[in-house]
């Protein structure tokens, strides 16, 4: 088992920055791809932002480009997710998501183990 827990959000206004951390246990972090999904109210989960066990390869949705940044430090087996320029249509609570994969995945059935989330909330 993996265990995962979500920290860093809060309330920001727009143009402003964010960072979370995911902190896992239990298992080895070794040979884990990472994800983060986001859930706003009324919509279903989507795919952020993942990055491979070396932190070699990420990937991003089309919206964050650019303005998130996912990364990870192996040896505190912590995942962090930077958030800049942030706009009021990121509001949504923030998951991270693990996976024993060498590649990435997008889609939140692929995940086995998750985070209980953390609320962003950007001010207009």
């Known amino acids: 088992q993996v265990q995962l827990v979500e920290s860093g959000g809060g309330l920001v206004q727009a143009g402003g920055s964010l960072r979370l951390s995911c902190a896992a246990s239990g298992r080895t972090f070794s040979g884990y791809v990472m994800g983060w999904f986001r859930q706003a109210p009324g919509k279903e989960r989507e795919f952020v932002a993942a990055?491979?066990?070396?932190?070699?390869?990420?990937h991003y949705l089309d919206s964050v480009k650019g303005r998130f940044t996912v990364s990870r430090d192996n040896a505190k087996n912590t995942v962090y997710l930077q958030m800049d320029s942030l706009k009021p249509e990121d509001t949504a609570v923030y998951y991270c998501?693990?996976?024993?994969?060498?590649?990435?995945?997008?889609?939140?059935?692929?995940?086995?183990?998750w985070g209980q989330g953390t609320q962003v909330t950007v001010s207009s």
């Open positions: 998501a693990a996976k024993h994969s060498s590649v990435y995945y997008i889609a939140t059935s692929t995940y086995n183990y």
């Open positions: 990055v491979t066990w070396s932190g070699g390869v990420t």
